[in-house]
């Protein structure tokens, strides 16, 4: 497993190589809680016409922590940048869910030249709403000292909507991210949250993106609903909006089929 020594952290990422000498270069960066795992279905389709690369944040994945646990959105950008320097990388398209969202707009907008198309998946550009950040601090507070399981049934109705819930695939997809989490050391992973809750806006900086971007949303998403994507589209000049039916927040493994043919779609015009 390929990390690289950057910024004080050893950052994790996977890399599928180039299919071809001209191809260009996906990276792809998932939301809390989870890792580059999450847009496993994606790579398995974009993998023979692109280089696809996932990385895993800090505190999250197999990535660990900074000493200073610093996760602040800022922090995380100048690593996605300092990977992309590591890995000599000029220009990339850019998929990002939720965090990666986060970090994705703000690699576009103080960084241009290293942004070839933008991919937002179930994210905002505002501060974290003022109602959950309570909930989510006791939230991480809890996971800290004693794991997932005490929180369970209040997280995964916020990670998930509730067609996979109630659906047969439930399992196959739960069971792997339960059992990921297991894994992670559990501090790094409460700075990671409190570096969500915490987060400074990026919405006054939207009207500095140049890249090409499509927007997608869950239509079932409750952490970041529909109006949080509508009002990114607002802010970033020719954005482009889908709503993907039967999905909450973790759309590339709820709804695989329906966001790799949009991503796969956009590329292809980008």
């Known amino acids: 497993m390929p990390h690289a020594h950057v910024n004080g952290i050893s950052f994790h990422y996977t890399d599928s190589g180039e299919p071809s000498p001209s191809a260009p ?16 279905p994606q790579v398995a389709t974009l993998k023979d016409r692109y280089r696809c690369i996932t990385v895993d944040w800090r505190g999250q994945g197999d990535t660990p922590a900074a000493a200073d646990r610093a996760a602040d959105m800022d922090s995380l950008t100048g690593d996605l940048v300092a990977l992309l320097d590591h890995l000599g990388l000029d220009a990339v398209h850019y998929a990002g869910l939720s965090m990666g969202g986060f970090v994705g707009m703000r690699l576009a907008a103080r960084h241009a030249e290293r942004v070839l198309s933008l991919v937002l998946l179930d994210t905002s550009a505002g501060p974290e709403d ?8 006791t939230l991480a507070r809890v996971y800290r000292w004693l794991g997932m399981g005490p929180v369970r049934s209040k997280v995964e109705p916020i990670m998930f909507g509730p067609d996979l819930l109630g659906s047969s695939r439930r399992d196959e997809v739960v069971g792997p991210w339960m059992a990921k989490l297991a894994t992670v050391d559990r501090r790094g992973m409460r700075a990671a949250i409190l570096g969500v809750t915490d987060r400074d806006p990026i919405a006054p900086e939207l009207d500095r993106i140049e890249a090409p971007t499509l927007v997608i949303v869950g239509e079932d998403d409750v952490a970041t609903p529909v109006a949080k994507a509508e009002a990114i589209v607002a802010g970033i000049a020719g954005a482009r909006l889908e709503v993907v039916p039967k999905a909450g927040h973790s759309s590339t493994i709820e709804q695989p089929e329906a966001v790799t043919r949009l991503v796969e779609d956009f590329l292809a015009r980008s």
């Open 130 to 137: 003022p109602e959950k950040v309570a909930q989510y601090r």
């Open 25 to 40: 270069t996906l990276v792809m960066g998932h939301g809390l809680l989870f890792s580059g795992w999450m847009f496993h």
